[in-house]
Nanobody, 123 residues
Framework: QVQLLETGGGLMQTGGSLRLSCAASGLRFVNYAMAWFRQAPGKEREFVGNINYSGTTPFYTDSVKGRFTVSRDNARNTFDLQMTNLKPDDTAVYYC????????????????WGQGTQVTVSS
């Protein structure tokens, strides 16, 4: 069974750091581009960052550039999001997603999703 499982969410103060991890199973991980999305109540799902098959071309939305880092470990089938200098606007449910092709920023392009993990940043 194909599964993506996010861990690492929680409560953090403004300026703090959190590391999210996505564990993939039931798929040939190296064939998939991976992405992180987030969704706050009443808002549409927002692209955060993605990475290609080999981990050589990470890409980020402007609001997190310089603060967030995506990485993957194909030996462990994991995909991480390191978040630093957190802001209240980062508060959302964070989702891991996978697609068997090139990295994209449109959530409709991703067919495989985790259940999400809550990140709350207090002011």
């Amino acid at each position: 069974q194909v599964q993506l499982l996010e861990t690492g969410g929680g409560l953090m103060q403004t300026g703090g750091s959190l590391r999210l991890s996505c564990a993939a199973s039931g798929l040939r991980f190296v064939n998939y581009a991976m992405a992180w999305f987030r969704q706050a109540p009443g808002k549409e799902r927002e692209f955060v960052g993605n990475i290609n098959y080999s981990g050589t071309t990470p890409f980020y939305t402007d609001s997190v550039k310089g603060r967030f880092t995506v990485s993957r470990d194909n030996a462990r089938n994991t995909f991480d999001l390191q978040m630093t200098n957190l802001k209240p606007d980062d508060t959302a449910v964070y989702y891991c997603a996978a697609r068997s092709g090139a990295p994209k920023i449109d959530p409709q392009e991703y067919l495989l999703w985790g259940q999400g993990t809550q990140v709350t940043v207090s002011s």
